[in-house]
C-alpha cells in the first residue's frame, strides 16, 4: 500500500536517479545527450498522461493537444514577440493545463470509448487550424546576442540538464499524488465509478484536478521539445504519433505508476532512435515495424507493462511482510445519545418509471433516528429501485424525499453521500485492486479533511467490524462475508447519519448472519440509523425495530415484525393466497 | 507498377553497402562529407532521387582522381535518414554533427526538415548546402547555410515575368486574368505571399480565384467547378504532393479544362516526375508548364544521357541535378580551399564566383552567392510537358524546347 | 455570385459529398460492424484499407485488362479482395484479438479496451511501415478511364453538374455491400448469430453459440468491408502505405455519429460526414474540411453520444 507510505523510499531513488544523470550528463557526448533530453520529454509526456491514464483510467488519445499547446506557446511567443523561452516555458505548461480542464470539463461526461474517441479528436481538429492561421513552420529565432537569457546554450549539457530537473519535478509531482488521497480518488474513479461517487467522491471535481496537472506537465514537455528541436510543425507536436508515443511509453513501462512512464522512455526512446540510425537508411521503415513489433508483444505477453511484470516476479520469489501503519488504534468515540424516535428520513409519494415500467407508485415511509427498519416485500418489489432514489442514483418521476430539512431527491450520488447517507449494495461494488483498508479510505475521505485523519478513522472503521487482520488483503481476494463486512465498513468511515443496506445477508452462512447481526444492532447503539432491505425473514425478525412491505412498487404494510409477519396480504404477496391459513405457525 | 520505386530501392541498396559510414573501401585519404535527406516516410520517393544524385557525384568525383588540392583524397558519403518528423531531423542532424571529420552537408529537401537541420549545422559551424525554396532559410542571418535554388518569395515571379512576354509574343495578347490553387504548405504561401502583395498588380494579373486547400485534398471538383466560372487565362496550381497534383489536373479534364485548353502554371518539382507521367497519361500533362528550382539543361545532353543510363530514371529532375551539384560544389571548394577544414570550406563556398565548373549543373550560367547565403541572380527553372517529357523551356539559354502557349478557345 | 453560381456550386459540393459519403459510409459499416459486435476499437482498419488498395492494384495490374476496362476489373477484383480480407481478418482475430479481448479479457480490469488498443495501435505501426518496406512510397492508384471521366448534367441553361463516373460506380458498389451486409445480419443465422453476441455475449454463450467464432466472423466481415472500400478509392485516389491514417479519423467519426452498435448507422453516419466535409467548404476555407468533420464529430459526441441510431451508451 502506497498512501501515505513515508516519503523517504521516494526520496533515496530520486536521488540516485538524480545521480545517474548528472554522471550521464558529464560524461556523454552532444548526440547521446539529445537523445538524453528527448528521453526526458517523453518521459515527462508519459507521466502526463499516466495520470488521467494510468492512475484514474480516463485512456486519452489526445494528449498531443496539451503538448502541441505548450510548443507553440513557446515557439509564437518567441518567434513573433521576442519573448524567451523562459517564460515561454512556463506559459506553456498553464496552456497545458486550461486546455486540459477546459477540454476535460466538456469530455469527462463521456465514458469509456467515447472519451477515448473524443479526446483523439481536439489535437487532430487543430492541425488544420494552425496550419491555416500560416503556423506550419515556426522556427525559433537563433541569437547571437545573449542568448542564454533566450535558453540557447553553446554548452551541449545545459538542456539535458534542464530537461532532467524537469522530470524529477513531475515524477516528484506523481509520486505525491500516489501517496495522497488524489491518487487514491482516481484509482477508486478507475475501478468503479459509481461506488466512488457514492462513497462520497465528488468526482468530476477529482477528475478536473488530476487534468490540470496532467495539461500542464504535457505542456511543459511540449515547451522544452520546442526548445529542443528548434522548429515546431502543426504535425509535428499535434499528430498521432505524439499521443500515442505518450500512451505507448506509459503502456510498456507500466500502466498506474510513476515508474512506468520512466522505463518505458527509457527504452523506447534510445531504441527507436538506434534503428533509425543503424537501419533507417537501408530499410526505411524498419524502425517502425520493430517498435509496433515491440509494442504488440508486451501487450501480448505482459499487458500490465514491465514495471509490474518484473515486480510480480520479484514478489513472487519472497513473500511480502505486511506493514503495520505506524496510526495509533483508538477506540471507537461513544455515540451522543440521541433521543430515539423523532422522525429522521421522510419517503413522500415517489413514483419511478422505466418507459412503461412502474417500479415505484407512490410509496411513502418513513424512517426514525436510531432504529433499524426493515424492508421487506417479494422479488421486483421496487425496494433496490427505492435505495436507489434515495441513494441519488436513480431519479423520480414524481415524489421527495426529505433527511431532516435537507431534500434529498434530486441529487448526485456524492451529494448524498455529503449529507450523511451511505449505502451498501446487493452485489458489493468493490475496487478490487485496493486493499481491505484502501476500499474503506475512499469512504472515509469525504468526512475527513486530512489524509492522516482519514487513514486513522479507516483502520478504526475496520477494527470495529473486526477485519483487521484482513486489512491489507486486496479485496478481489476477500470472503464474502468479508467483502460485506468490507462494505459496510467504508459505508461506515464517512460517519453517515443513515446508511441504506441492500441484501447484506445474500450468500452469508447461519453463523456469519448472526455476525452480521450483531454489528448491525451494535451499530444502532453507537447511534446510527439504519434502514436494510432483506430476504432472510428469520434474521430481519430479529433484526429489525420495524418493517415496512412493499409489492409491486406500492406500499403494502407496515408495523412491528410479529404483526407483519402474521399479516394477510403480506402472506399472500409472498406465497400465495393459498399459504394464507397455514400461517400463524 | 511499382516498378520504378523498386529499382531505384535496389540499386540505393546496392550502393549503399559500398558508401555508407565510414565502411568505404576508399583506401588512403579521405574527405567526409554527408547527405540528410527523408528515405521513410512520405517524402521518402524525393529522399531517394537525392541519395541517386549524391552517390552518382561522388562517384565521378573520385574516378576523377578525387580532390587533388587534398591529395587526390576520395570523398566519403555518409547517407542520414531524416525520417518522418522535425525530432528525427534534428537527431540525425546532431548524430551528423557529431562526426569531428565531417567537413560539410547536403539536405534535407523539405523546407521545415532543412530548417531544423540547419539549426544544429549552424551550431556545430557545419557548412550546409540545401536545394529548399523557403525564404526563412536564408533569411535567420546564418552563416553556414548555402541556398542554391531561388527563394519562394521570387519563384514565381521570375517565371511569370519572361512567361507572360512569351504568351504575348505566341498569342497576340497577354493574360489578363489568373485563378490560382495552393496547398497550405508552407512553401506554397510563401510563394504566393509576394504576389498577394501587390505581385500580380505589378505583372497585370487580375485574380480571378485564390484558394488554398488542405493536405490531403479528398475531392477537387468543388473547387474546379469554381474555376471553371471564373475563366481564367492562367491557372496556377501550388501542390507538394503528387496525389494532389494529380487530383487537381485530372479533374480539370473532367471538366473539359485540360489538354492544354487552360494553360497550367505548377510551381513545384513533383509536377515533373515520372509518377506524375505515369498517374496522369502524357496526354493530360500534354503543356503543362512546371517551375523548379533547378532542371536538365541542353548544355548538359551528354551528361544527363549519362546519368539517366546509371540511375536507370527517365530523366532528371531537380532533386537529383541539384544534389549532384551540390556535391560537384563541395569539391571544388575543397579544391579552392586546400584544405578539409569547415571554415576554410565555408570561406571557399561563399567565394564562388563562375561560369564554369560547378556553374554547369545550375542554370542561368553563373554561380554566385549573396552574404546570406542564397544564390545571388537565381534563375527558376521553367519546363514543359511534351510528349510525355517535362523538357526546359526557359532560361532560353539552358532551353531543351521551345515554349509552346496554348490559343484561348 | 449570382444564384445560378451559388445553385451549381450547391449541388456540385452535395454531390461529392454524397458520392465520397457512400464510401465513407462503407468504411464505417465495417468498423462499426467490429465495434458493435465486439467492443473492439481496431486501431489499424485504415491499414487493413491501405493493404486491401494494394491487393486491388496488384489484381488489376495481374489481370492487364487496359485502361477502358480497368474499371469494372476493378470491381470485380474488390469482391475477390474482399473474400481475401475476410480471411485476413478471422486470422488476425485467431492469432492477435482473441487474446485482448472477449473471454480473455473479461477478467482484466477494463475489458481488455486498453490491450486491444495498443495492440491495434502496434499492428498499425507494423503494417503501414511494412507496406513502405515492401511498396516503397510513391503515390500511385489503379490507372482506369472511369476516373477520368465525367458525365455531364445540364440542369438549367446555366447550371450544369459534373459526375465522375468511378466515384459515382464506386458509390453504388458501397451502397450495394453495405445492402448486403444489412441483409445478412437481419436475414441469415449467421446475422441472428451475432446479433445475439453484440447485445448479451454471455447469454448467447449459455444459449451454446460459439462467441468466439462469432467475433471471428464478425471481423472478417468488417476487414471484407473495408478492403471494398479501400479498392474503390484507389480507383481515383491517389494513395501510398501511410493513406491508412488519412481515413481512419472520418471512420471514427462516422461510427459514432451514427451509432456505435449499429451497421446501418454506421453507414449513415460516414454518408454524413461525407456531407459535411464537402458542404462545409460553402462557408469555411476549404483549408478547414476536417476540422469541420472533427467540430461536428465532438458535438455529436457531446450532446447525443449514442448517435443518431444506436441505443445505448455504453453496455451494461
Redesign the interface.
Known sequence: MVFLQPQLRNLVVLAVLMATCITAILTL???PL??LS?VGIWAMLGLSWNILGGYGGLVSFGHAAFFGGGAFTVAILFHDYGVSPWIGCVLGAVVGGLLAVVIGAVTFRLKGHYFSLAMLAYPLALI?VF??A?W??V????Q?TNPIAYMQF?DARIMPAITMVALLGCLFVCLFIERTRLGMQLYAIRQNELAAQCAGIATMRVKLVASLISGAMAGLAGAL?AV??????P??VF?M?VSSQALIVSMFGGLGTAWGPLIGALILVPMA?IL??GL???L??V??VVFGLAIMAVILVRPQGLFWAVRDHVASRRPALPVMPSVALQAAPAAPAKPPGDVLLTVEGISVRFGGLHALSDVSLEVRRGEILGIIGPNGAGKTTLFNVLNGIVGTTSGAARLGDARLTGLSPQEVSALGVARTFQTVRAFPRLSLVENVLVGAFGAHRSDRAALEAAWVTVRRVGLQDRALVPASLLTSRELRLMELARALAGNPTLILMDESFAGLSTADVDGMIAQIRQLAAEGVTVAIIEHTMGAMVRLADRFVVLDGGRNLASGLPDQVVRDPRVISAYLGKRWVEHAGT | ??G???RS?VAA?IA?PVL?KGVAKAEGKTVKIALLTP???????SGELERIGALMAVEDVNRNGGIKALGGAKLDLT???A?A????V???A??L??DNELVAGIGAWA??YT??AT??T??AKLPWLTLSW?D?ITG???HYVIATSPPSSSIIPAALEPLMALAAKATGKAPATIACIND???VN?SNMAPLRAGGFDKLKLKVVMD????V?L??A???I??LR?TRPDLVLLGTT???DS??LL??L????LGQGKVPVLAPSANWGTP?ML??M?AS?LEGVIGVAGNWGSKQQATLLADMEKRSKEPWMIQDTLSTYGHVLLIADALERAGVADRDKLMAALMATDTSDGPAKYYLGGHLKFQSNGRRANPVPAVFQWKNGVPLTVLPEADAQAQLTWPKPA | MNWS?HG??IL??LS?GLL?GCLYGLMCAGLGLIFGIMRVINFAQGEFMMLAMYAG??GV?LLSPGRAWAFPVAMGVAVIVALLFYGMGAATHYLLISRVSGARALGSLDGGHTGQLILTLGLSLVLQ?GG?ML???????I?NAA????W?LDMTDDITL?L?QARLWSAVMATAAVGLTLLLMARTGVGRRLRAVASNPVAALYMGVDVERSFRTAFGIGLALTAVAGVCVATF????P?TGF?FVIIMYAGVVLGGMGSVGGAFLGGLLIGLV??LS?LVL??????TAVFVVFLLVLLARPQGLLGRSVERA
Open positions: 557526448s552532444p548526440y539529445l537523445v528527448l488544420p496550419t491555416w500560416g506550419s513552420e522556427a525559433l529565432p537563433l547571437r553553446s521539445y529542443v528541436v528548434l522548429v515546431v510543425t504535425g509535428s499528430g504519433l532512435e533509425n540510425a533507417g537508411a537501408r526505411p521503415g524502425q517502425g | 507498377m511499382t520504378i520505386s523498386r530501392l541498396t549503399v555508407t528515405l521513410s516516410g512520405p517524402l521518402a520517393r547517407i542520414a535518414d525520417g518528423s522535425v525530432e528525427t534534428a537527431a540525425a546532431q548524430r554533427v557529431s523546407s521545415s530548417l531544423a539549426e544544429v549552424e551550431r523557403a526563412t535567420r542571418g546564418f497550405d504548405t508552407a504561401q484558394e488554398n486547400f488542405s490531403p479528398s475531392d471538383a468543388p473547387l467547378q469554381r466560372r504532393a503528387t496525389s494529380r487530383l485530372q479533374t479534364s473532367e471538366f473539359g509518377e505515369k498517374n497519361g493530360n | 453560381e451549381e456550386q456540385q459540393v461529392a465520397l492494384l496488384n495490374a511501415n513502405l511498396f516503397g512510397s510513391s503515390p500511385t492508384s490507372s476516373a477520368d471521366t465525367s455531364m459534373f465522375n485516389y491517389p494513395f501510398q501511410y488519412d466535409q464537402q467548404t476555407p476549404p483549408q478547414l474540411q476536417n
